[in-house]
Structure formats: structure tokens, C-alpha cells
């Protein structure tokens, strides 16, 4: 059984950072793409950055500058490094990951960490 995991979300105050991470389990798997996704209550589920297995990234504009997205294909890990965070930035945060296991690919969400930007 493949899952993905997150961890890293917490409350911090406008300005300061946090690193979130995503560990895949599951036997005999390969990363092919990974990404990261943010939901604000209310709003829908939206692209933060993405890395593909050729690791150019892609970043939405609220983003760029601010936040890093990484990967570890050894460790099986992605890492969202965000700085400079601000209030609006507050949203539960989702790994999401093309994962190849055998001849097959599926898509996998991870269950979502809470990120909480006080001004």
C-alpha cells in the first residue's frame, strides 16, 4: 500500500517559516511527479509548486520568491521550504504525487497539515 505523509505544519507569526515534508511509504516505488497543493476554507484547492522527476520547478505566483519546493528521490521525499510567510497564506497543505509502482502509475494525496500565519 503506497501512502504519502505529511509533516512540519503549525502555527507561526507573519514573517517567519516553515518547512513542510512529505515522506512516500510503500514498497518497490518511484516518484514521478510531486506537488504541493494549498486549500483556504471556502476557497478551492490550489497549486503551490510542483517538481517533476527532471526537477525544473513550477511555482504559482504567490510563491515565487518566498517559497522552495525539493525533492530526495533516494529518501523518497519532497520538502515546501516557505519564508517571509504572510497571513493569507494560512490553508491546510497537500502533497500530492505521481508515484510508478511496477508497470503501473497512480496519483496519491497526502491527508493534509494545517499551516496557521498570525499577524
Known amino acids: 500500500q503506497v501512502q504519502l505523509v505529511e509533516s512540519g505544519g503549525g502555527s507561526v507569526q507573519s514573517g517567519g517559516s516553515l518547512r513542510l515534508s512529505c515522506t512516500a511509504s510503500?514498497?518497490?516505488?518511484?516518484?514521478?511527479?510531486v506537488a504541493w497543493y494549498r486549500q483556504a476554507p471556502g476557497e478551492e484547492r490550489k497549486l503551490v509548486a510542483k517538481i517533476p522527476f527532471s526537477g525544473s520547478t513550477t511555482y504559482a505566483d504567490f510563491a515565487k520568491g518566498r517559497f522552495t519546493i525539493s525533492r530526495d528521490n533516494a529518501k523518497k521525499t519532497t520538502n515546501l521550504q516557505m519564508n517571509s510567510l504572510k497571513p493569507e497564506d494560512t490553508a491546510v497543505y497537500y502533497c500530492?504525487?505521481?508515484?510508478?509502482?511496477?508497470?503501473?502509475?497512480?496519483?496519491?494525496w497526502g491527508q493534509g497539515t494545517q499551516v496557521t500565519v498570525s499577524s
Open positions: 510503500g514498497s518497490q516505488i518511484a516518484i514521478v511527479d
Open positions: 500530492n504525487a505521481l508515484i510508478q509502482r511496477g508497470i503501473g502509475v497512480s496519483d496519491y
